[in-house]
C-alpha cells in the first residue's frame, strides 16, 4: 500500500507541504527564521547606530525607523512560525492560553491604534512617531508574534540552536560596546553633557546603556546556563566565550538595571551551580568568568568613583540623541536633580500617570506619549518624555490601563511557565528562560522596551510556554 499524505481541500500534496512537514523539519524551519531575524535586527541596528552619529539635518531623523523595520521583518518571520503550528496542530492547553493573552493584548492595542487616529495628528500610529521611536502598532505587534512563534516551537535543540546566535550577538555587541571607549566609534555616552568626567558608557547597537542592559542581561543568562549544561563539544564554545565581556559591560553600564540584574544573575547562576553539582559533574568555568567579569568592571568603575547614570543616560537618549526629549533643565519649575535617581524615576512615572487620568481606557496611542506634553512643535516644551521607563505604566498611559494588565498578565503567565517547568528540571534552556522572564518582569518596573532590545526578551518569555518534543 502507498505512503498517503493530507492535503487541504483535496489540493496536490506538494502544495500542501506544511502539513506533512515533520517535527524535526518544523523547528528546523523554526530556527533558520529566527536566527535571520535576529541577525538582521543587530546588523541594522548596527547601521542606523552608524547614520545616527552623522545626523547633520533634521532630514536624516528617518534613520530611527531602521531597527523597526527591522523587527517588523523578524514579527513576519514569528507570525509564519506560529500559523503553521497552527495549521499542524501541534499547540498545547498551556500555549493555548497564553496565545489567547496575547490575543487580549493585541485587541486592546488595535482600539488604541484606532482611537489615536482621530485623537493625535501630525503622526502615523502605525509605524509611530517620526521625532521619537517609529515604535507604533507594528513594532508592538511584532513583539506578540515572536512570542507566539518562540512558544510554539517544541524542540529544545531548536531553540538551543537560537539561543547559541543570540550569545553570538552578544559577543559582537561586546566588541561593538569596546569600541565605544573610543571617542571617534559611534556612541552618544563616551561624554555626557551634564557630567565633569567622561563615563565611557557602552551603549552597544541599543540606543542606550539602559537599553543595553536589558539585552545584558538576558544574553548573560542564557550564555551563563549554557556554558554549564550544553554537552555539545564545538557549539558550546559560543556560550562560554560570551560570558566573560558581557559580564564586564552589564556592570558597566552602571545604570540601575545593570546592577540589579548583575547581582540576581550571579545569585541564579551560582544557585543552579551548587543544585547541579550534586546530580551532575558541572563546569565551574563559566561561573568563574562571570565573577571576573564583574569583579573587572568594579575595579574600573571605582577608578573613578561608584555612580548610577540612569538620568543623565535617559536625557542623552532622549534628548541629544533622538530629540524625543525636552532639554533638562534644574532651574525649571517642576524640576529634579537629574543625578540622583530616587528623582527621576518618580519624575517620569508621574508623567504617566497624567496621562493614565486622561486617557484611562483606550490610552493616548501608541508611540504618543509625548503628545499630551506637548503644542505640536517639535522639542518645544522642556522636560518633555517620551517614555517613563516603567513597561507597565508605559502600556497603560500608551494602550489604556487593560492593556497593561494584559501585558502584566502575559509577562506573570511567561514567569509561571518557565518556573514550574525548570522545577521539573526538564531542561537547562527552562532554568535559563525561567530566571530571565522573572528578572525581566521585575526590571520593567524601572526600564523600557524598545526595538533593538525586547524581541529578544519576547522570544525567551516564549520560550517559557514550550512544551518540548523530540518526536518527529
Known amino acids: 500500500m502507498s505512503k498517503t499524505h493530507k492535503t487541504i481541500f483535496g489540493t496536490t500534496e506538494k502544495s500542501n507541504f506544511i502539513l506533512n512537514m515533520t517535527n524535526d523539519q518544523f523547528n528546523k524551519t523554526a530556527s533558520v527564521m529566527f536566527t535571520i531575524g535576529f541577525s538582521l535586527i543587530f546588523v541594522l541596528s548596527a547601521v542606523s547606530e552608524i547614520i545616527s552619529n552623522m545626523m547633520v539635518s533634521e532630514t536624516t531623523y528617518d534613520w530611527k525607523i531602521i531597527p523597526s ?94 539561543f547559541k546566535v543570540f ?67 564545538v557549539f558550546s564554545v559560543i556560550y562560554k566565550l560570551a560570558v566573560l565581556p558581557v559580564s564586564f559591560f552589564l556592570v558597566k553600564t552602571q545604570t540601575l538595571a545593570g546592577y540589579i540584574s548583575s547581582a540576581v544573575i550571579l545569585a541564579a547562576v551560582l544557585t543552579d551551580y551548587i ?14 568568568l562571570m565573577i571576573s567579569g564583574f569583579a573587572a568592571a568594579l575595579v574600573f568603575i571605582l577608578i573613578k568613583g561608584f555612580a548610577v547614570y540612569d538620568g543623565e543616560v535617559i536625557w542623552q537618549d532622549g534628548c541629544t540623541r533622538l530629540g524625543a526629549f525636552g532639554q533638562y533643565s534644574a532651574s525649571l ?26 486617557f484611562p481606557v483606550t490610552g493616548i496611542g501608541p508611540d504618543a506619549f509625548v503628545f499630551s506634553q506637548r503644542s505640536g512643535i517639535f522639542n518645544d516644551v522642556p522636560l518633555s518624555v517620551d517614555r517613563p521607563y516603567n513597561e507597565y505604566l508605559f502600556y497603560a498611559a500608551s494602550f489604556g490601563i487593560p492593556a497593561a494588565v494584559s501585558l502584566a498578565a502575559l509577562f506573570f503567565y511567561s514567569s509561571a511557565n518557565g518556573v514550574m517547568s525548570a522545577l521539573r528540571k526538564k531542561s537547562w534552556i527552562f532554568s535559563a528562560s525561567m530566571t530571565a522572564a522573572v528578572l525581566f518582569t521585575l526590571s520593567a518596573l524601572f526600564t523600557s522596551g524598545t526595538a533593538t532590545v525586547s524581541p529578544f526578551i519576547w522570544f525567551i518569555l516564549g520560550t517559557c510556554c514550550c512544551t518540548f518534543s523530540e518526536k518527529s
Open 333 to 358: 519649575e517642576g524640576s529634579f536633580d537629574i543625578h540622583d535617581i530616587t528623582e527621576v524615576y518618580p519624575f517620569l512615572w508621574n508623567k504617566a500617570a497624567e496621562i493614565i487620568k486622561q
Open 69 to 162: 523595520i527591522s523587527l517588523g521583518i523578524t514579527g513576519i518571520l514569528g507570525a509564519v512560525v506560529f500559523i503553521i503550528a497552527l495549521i499542524k496542530q501541534t499547540l498545547t492547553k498551556k500555549q493555548i492560553i497564553g496565545s489567547l493573552t496575547a490575543l487580549a493584548l493585541t485587541v486592546f492595542m488595535y482600539i488604541s491604534y484606532v482611537n489615536s487616529i482621530s485623537t493625535v495628528q501630525d503622526y502615523s500610529g502605525f509605524l509611530g512617531f517620526r521625532h521619537g521611536r517609529y515604535e507604533g502598532l507594528l513594532v508592538h505587534l511584532s513583539y506578540i508574534f515572536i512570542f507566539l512563534g518562540s512558544m510554539s516551537m517544541n524542540s529544545e535543540k531548536a531553540v538551543n540552536t537560537v
Open 275 to 288: 543544585r547541579s553539582k550534586k546530580s551532575e559533574k558541572t563546569d565551574s568555568t563559566p561561573l568563574i
Open 167 to 233: 550569545s553570538a550577538i552578544m559577543i559582537l555587541e561586546s566588541i561593538w560596546s569596546a569600541l565605544q571607549f573610543i571617542p571617534s566609534f559611534p556612541g552618544f555616552y563616551y561624554k555626557i553633557p551634564y557630567l565633569m568626567v567622561n563615563p565611557m558608557l557602552p551603549s552597544g547597537t541599543a540606543g542606550s546603556p539602559v537599553f543595553l542592559a536589558v539585552m545584558l542581561s538576558a544574553g548573560l543568562i542564557i550564555s551563563a546556563f549554557g556554558a554549564m549544561h550544553d554537552k555539545s563539544s
